[in-house]
């Protein structure tokens, strides 16, 4: 189901996910059938200090995440992860953050209510005099052929997360 | 010793006697010799960058990474009100009606502007197309980018929106928009390089007053150049924008 005006929420039936984060943080989370549409014509902006906390956030990601922003800033980047992404593919991307590389790739995101949002994401570390003092991630519209790839993908990758 | 003062190629042919106007305020203001040079075009502009011939730029944010990175030039101000936003449109009886209706092959009007084409073809990424999977025409201004949709030569042309906007009205009529950027943080910026720096706290000073009219004929420069005014950007600002263009090139 395509929620197609991003206004009043659809309704679907809520499943519950337990996800347990790097940190070591336990979150339960209520995940619903509904895709929000990314926003035609924007980006979504937000920065991280080094260890993945938001500092900065636009309003573009505000809107889409479904939170106020003072919900979000100091929160870690996490918040937005959908129990449907496999790890993998954010150990990914901190591996190749912390090789200084930019990384790029297809994500699906949570959004407070529990609908969700798909995104092709870029993220970079700031450098700035040498160090690396937080990172900054764009997203845009994605593909929708790229996005139906990585459904099959990401759902192979989960579970084969499951079973290993 | 002379310094020179450079524009973005892209700027607003309606504004090319409003920088030398600017020009001519900025010398008296300071109390230096500028000379204004305005090239032709982005690449031989590079090159002027590249051999040090440039000290104040008003600079595509394309350049704002090379020009910070590479040659040491520092934001001094930039406009206010005035992102570079990109607009997608096709010929008003065109059959596409969203982006992803375009196709491989489909022709594409464009200006050499580095960063409207840049957020155009992110624009154009849901429909799965990129710069080897369609037909750029390059074309000197947006009024050619508009007679190519309007002659049917091409399938849809990027424009500045503010380009846009400025067209005359029956040919915004024989157009139609299929999108607009709305990023709000890309924006051309005034910047200073190293022979610039001993005068950097005065320009500074100046350009963030011009408005008020504390500056004599300050206002009338800024309206000659279509600004409403300069506001401050600092240097994590232009780090912040270049990250972002980093993002974006990729």
Known sequence: MTHMDGGAPVQSESREFTMRHHDGTVR?????????????????????DPSGVITHANQAFVDMSGYVREELIGQPHHILRHPDMPAAAFKDLWDTLGRGEPWQGYVKNLRKDGSYYWVFATAIANVREGQVVGYTSVRRKPSPTRVRECVDLYARMRADEVTS | MTLQLTVSPDFSPDHIAGWYVFNTWLQRQLGVRIHLELYDDFDTQRKAIAADQVDLIYANPYDAAMLVREKGFVAVAAPVDRPDEAVIAVPAESAVQHVEDLRPGSRVAVTRDPDVNLIGMIMLEPADLKRDSVVLQQVNSYVLVAKQLLQGKADCGFFLKEAFDDLSGPIQRQLRPLVASQISVVRHVLMAGPRMREHLPVLTDLLLKMHSGGAETGARVLEALGLKAWEAQDQEDT??????MDTLMR
């Open chain 2, 239 to 244: 780090e912040f924008m270049i990250d972002l």
């Open chain 1, 28 to 48: 339960h989370v209520l995940v619903r059938d509904v895709e929000v549409p990314y926003p035609e014509g924007k980006l979504i902006v937000s920065r991280t």
